[in-house]
């Protein structure tokens, strides 16, 4: 194909990607507590979490030292508000949340004025709401106060939805860095493109995975920096097509934003560094994030994200 009718057709494709991908989180149902409890991936998304708690729970800390004031923050893909809880607790000032699942967006408001109408005297953080394609929207127009810089952009388990073309990740990469204030901070989780590779090339059929996930990739490699896709399934939460993120590309489209890589580590590395802190290791039995071993039914049952995902810090100097 030559290059015009390449971008035409990839433009397509990137469409219909989307609107699975948004239609895909609109339709998830909130499930309460004690059906999680009861879910085979409770100790997964446990760990996950407790993963985004440490990340947050420093990088404000960091934030404080260096400089004391109110501290606003983008949520980029920010779901059904899971993270609005650690922002709580990391006592930020304000919290702009957005994502492309308009039903997640009005679950995320919702969830948070139940918040407000719980807190006390209402000491809690205020926060605006913004349904949009991060890869295709600028999001600092729909801003309240369009001359709001950000101290931090948080995107958690979101980035690779964008890496399906070049235009996709250079939108959704300049929209959580472009608002960011000198000395503000990128932070991400994502899946490890390398982890992925060596699993994947194990098989013969390009898939691999256990009782409660499985990646599928769609095609052999080698694959391009760009559109590198493959189907993932989680039991009863995600069923997506993703895309490889080639993470020395995305370092390197992140300093052309004016960014500087401070941080990447594999979560079995985090895990390793941070349960050393006696918060950190006391949080993640409250948390319930470590699978008593082996597993009641004797199977492993709760890989996904957890097992090959990685944490990303950059910083705007
Ligand atoms: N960040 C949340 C968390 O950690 O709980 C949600 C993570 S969920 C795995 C991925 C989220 O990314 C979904 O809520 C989805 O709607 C959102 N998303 C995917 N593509 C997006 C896009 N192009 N623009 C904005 N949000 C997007």
């Known amino acids: 194909m030559r290059r015009r009718e390449e971008e035409t057709h990839m433009a397509k494709?990137?469409?219909?990607?989307?609107?699975?991908?948004?239609?895909?989180?609109?339709r998830l149902q909130e499930v309460g507590l004690q059906?999680?409890?009861?879910s085979p991936i409770f100790y997964m998304r446990n760990f996950n979490n407790w993963v985004k708690s440490v990340l947050i729970g420093e990088i404000l800390d960091q934030l404080r030292r260096s400089s004391p004031g109110p501290v606003r923050v983008l949520d980029l893909g920010c779901g059904k508000g899971g993270d609005l809880l650690k922002w709580r607790r990391g006592n930020i000032s304000h919290l702009v949340c957005t994502d492309i699942a308009d039903v997640s967006v009005d679950q995320c408001r919702i969830r948070?004025?139940?918040?407000?109408?719980?807190?006390?005297?209402?000491?809690?953080?205020?926060?605006?709401?913004?349904?949009?394609?991060a890869t295709k929207e600028q999001l600092a127009p729909r801003l309240a106060d369009p001359a709001l810089t950000f101290d931090l952009c948080s995107c958690q388990f979101v980035v690779h939805y964008s890496f399906e073309s070049r235009l996709k990740a250079e939108t959704m990469l300049k929209n959580a860095t472009e608002k960011l204030r000198p000395g503000?901070?990128?932070?991400?989780?994502?899946?490890?493109?390398?982890?992925?590779?060596?699993?994947?090339?194990?098989?013969?059929d390009l898939s691999f995975g256990n009782n409660v996930f499985r990646v599928q990739f769609k095609?052999?490699?080698?694959?391009?920096?760009?559109?590198?896709?493959?189907?993932?399934?989680?039991?009863?939460?995600?069923?997506?097509?993703?895309?490889?993120?080639y993470f020395p590309l995305m370092t390197r489209m992140l300093e052309k934003l004016g960014m500087r890589l401070v941080l990447k580590s594999r979560?079995?590395?985090?895990?390793?560094?941070?349960?050393?802190?006696?918060?950190h290791s006391s949080l993640l039995q409250k948390m319930s994030a470590l699978e008593p071993f082996p597993a009641a039914d004797g199977n492993q049952a709760t890989s996904g994200n957890g097992e090959y995902s990685h944490v990303t810090e950059g910083m705007r100097p």
């Open 13 to 26: 494709q990137s469409c219909d990607r989307s609107v699975a991908v948004a239609d895909h989180y609109n």
């Open 35 to 38: 059906a999680r409890s009861q």
């Open 112 to 133: 948070f004025e139940e918040m407000k109408r719980k807190s006390h005297n209402n000491d809690i953080f205020s926060a605006e709401f913004i349904t949009a394609d």
């Open 184 to 204: 503000g901070f990128f932070i991400g989780t994502t899946p490890d493109a390398y982890e992925l590779m060596r699993r994947a090339s194990q098989s013969a």
């Open 219 to 245: 095609s052999k490699p080698p694959f391009a920096l760009f559109g590198a896709e493959y189907h993932f399934h989680l039991e009863g939460v995600v069923d997506v097509p993703e895309f490889m993120v």
């Open 267 to 279: 979560f079995s590395e985090f895990f390793q560094e941070k349960v050393k802190d006696e918060r």
